[in-house]
């Protein structure tokens, strides 16, 4: 008897240290490290393609309803912007835009004896800007604000042909090309698509100021500017 008492004390004891072990927690694996936060700090660099539009004024086009040369670019540009702990994004861009941008003004006066000829073309092909940007992060989207330095390439070429008695007494033709500067204003809208490429939509305005053409005699000229562009960019 005392036999079977101790061999059913014993499996007891077994079947409870079984038990216990069965009913002890497993050891948990660690928590996984949370991703990085997307942070907007880096060096980028990347390319662009919009439409700009001009207001190209000039003494002798403005009474002819003055020229509007327009048309598609495309370029590129490269930055550098730093993001503070509140969120706050500063930066610094640079970019180079090359285009069509073109319009003429044609202007005919002629009677029985007599006609007058005159035409007008004028083009931008290069305009770039030099800008600060400051925004706000909301996580992977940047609404930024920018100003800074603008600059173009234009061109103004004159024709004038009079003619007396169907045959051309005068036929003058003159070009000029000149480098405007002056400054730019707009907004934009940045997404980081992935943690290396954001992609984004901008508006500027550009004062441009004034300059003279030499056509033989001085033409003096004001121009502003106005772009919308699309781009991408490879943050480093």
């Known amino acids: 008897m005392k036999v079977a008492i101790g061999i059913m004390v014993a499996f007891g004891l077994v079947s409870a240290a079984h038990a216990a072990d069965l009913t002890s927690?497993?050891?948990?694996?660690?928590?996984?490290?949370?991703?990085?936060?997307f942070t907007w700090t880096g060096l980028y660099l990347g390319a662009h393609g919009g439409y700009a539009?001009?207001?190209?004024?000039?003494?002798?086009?403005?009474?002819?309803?003055?020229?509007?040369?327009?048309?598609?670019?495309?370029?590129?540009?490269?930055?550098y912007n730093y993001q503070f702990s509140n969120n706050i994004v500063l930066g610094l861009e640079a970019d180079a835009s090359f285009g069509d941008q073109k319009d003429d003004i044609s202007v005919l006066l002629a009677s029985d004896e007599v006609s007058f000829g005159l035409d007008y073309a004028t083009r931008i092909d290069a305009f770039g800007t030099v800008r600060t940007r400051a925004g706000y992060a909301v996580d992977r989207f940047l609404p930024?604000?920018?100003?800074?330095?603008?600059?173009?390439?234009?061109g103004l070429?004159?024709?004038?042909?009079?003619?007396?008695?169907?045959?051309?007494?005068?036929?003058?033709?003159?070009?000029d090309k000149q480098t405007f500067t002056g400054w730019t204003l707009g907004a934009g809208l940045e997404y980081?698509?992935?943690?290396?490429?954001?992609?984004?939509?901008?508006?500027?305005?550009a004062d441009l100021g004034s300059k003279d053409f030499d056509l033989g005699?001085?033409?003096?000229?004001?121009?502003?500017?106005?772009?919308?562009?699309?781009?991408?960019?490879?943050?480093?």
């Open 53 to 79: 539009g001009a207001d190209f004024k000039t003494e002798p086009t403005d009474a002819y309803g003055g020229q509007k040369p327009d048309g598609f670019f495309g370029g590129g540009q490269a930055g």
């Open 157 to 175: 070429d004159f024709h004038r042909v009079i003619t007396a008695d169907g045959n051309v007494a005068v036929d003058n033709r003159a070009s």
């Open 192 to 205: 980081a698509v992935t943690d290396h490429i954001t992609a984004k939509v901008e508006y500027l305005y």
């Open 25 to 37: 927690p497993l050891p948990h694996e660690p928590p996984a490290a949370p991703a990085p936060a």
């Open 217 to 236: 005699t001085p033409i003096r000229a004001d121009i502003t500017l106005q772009t919308v562009k699309f781009g991408l960019n490879y943050k480093f």
């Open 144 to 154: 930024y604000v920018t100003g800074g330095l603008a600059w173009a390439n234009a």
